[in-house]
């Protein structure tokens, strides 16, 4: 994760940002805190942090940095100039701990995290408002791992963290209107239980939340989600992240998840750190 100290709305890349919203300094570093509370104290996570940025207000979405995989760091090539400047605090991190930074072909985007999840060992990755199609085929060679990719369609959910979330190797949420049909067809094809969550619920980022085991946490305020969530046995985590959906992000995109360094090889496994 990364501290807001740098974080605000400096430009418009996407539906949500608007220049004329900025976000409140205070009630954005509470907001963060309560969510690395909740991580570190309530589920006892190991939260590494990286150090804020003058000029880079989106660090703080660290899950767009890349995929990290035990011991290697795939690092992401953004879409927007704005974010594109953030790579290299990115990689000087990783690098420092002794990862192997990798990266994609030129003119290929990939936004890393915001737009691969695993469900078991295979790879969903989204494409077309961000990254490309292409950065999949690039990413399953190097990984040597099954990619399923998914298109992306409404400019609101422009990350596939945004509308879909691996719950464990069984069961993912999503929201069936940020997808085409063949989308949706995939999602039900592959994803054993998929569960689909509301409009209101989706618009308040709920597909955007941290799995760590059995628990989740979530934006506040999503009532049928937690309802729901609770009955498939999981406990839902309420969090308030309204100043960072000005920006278009929320408790996932806060954070990236970055295995142990690799001790066997054995693959990570969703949502069990
Ligand atoms: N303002 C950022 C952007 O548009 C928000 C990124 C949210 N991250 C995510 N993984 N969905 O790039």
């Given at each position: ?6 974080y ?26 309560a ?12 939260v ?37 400047k953030e790579?290299p605090?990115?990689?000087a991190?990783f ?35 961000r ?22 369609v409404?400019p ?10 691996p719950?464990?190797?069984?069961r ?9 049909d ?14 689909a ?14 799995v ?18 609770r ?9 308030d ?7 278009g ?6 954070t990236?998840?970055v ?15």
């Amino acid at each position: 994760m990364c501290p807001p100290d740098f974080y605000g709305i400096e430009y418009e890349i996407n539906p949500w940002m608007d220049l004329r919203r900025p976000a409140d300094p205070a009630r954005a570093r509470a907001q963060w805190r309560a969510l690395y509370e909740v991580l570190t104290k309530t589920l006892g996570v190991r939260v590494e942090l990286l150090s804020p940025v003058k000029g880079l207000p989106d660090l703080v979405f660290t899950a767009n940095a890349g995929l990290v995989v035990p011991g290697r760091f795939i690092a992401s090539r953004f879409l927007h100039p704005e974010r594109q400047k953030e790579q290299p605090t990115y990689d000087a991190w990783f690098r420092a701990r002794g990862y192997a930074i990798e990266t994609l072909p030129e003119g290929t985007c990939f936004e890393g995290e915001g737009d691969a999840l695993w469900l078991g060992e295979t790879l969903f990755a989204g494409y077309r408002i961000r990254s490309d199609i292409g950065s999949h085929q690039a990413v399953a060679a190097m990984l040597g791992c099954e990619v399923l990719s998914l298109e992306l369609v409404d400019p609101r959910f422009y990350h596939l963290d945004t509308c879909f979330c691996p719950l464990d190797d069984r069961r993912a949420l999503y929201y069936p209107p940020a997808f085409d049909d063949y989308g949706r067809r995939v999602i039900r094809e592959f994803v054993p239980e998929p569960i689909a969550v509301a409009d209101v619920d989706a618009l308040r980022f709920a597909c955007n939340a941290v799995v760590v085991g059995r628990d989740i946490v979530v934006q506040s305020g999503c009532a049928a989600l937690e309802k729901t969530l609770r009955d498939q046995g999981f406990t839902p985590h309420p969090v308030d992240l309204s100043e960072f959906h000005k920006a278009g992000g929320s408790a996932k995109c806060l954070t990236l998840w970055v295995p142990p360094p690799p001790r066997s090889t054995s693959r990570r496994s969703v949502g069990a750190p």
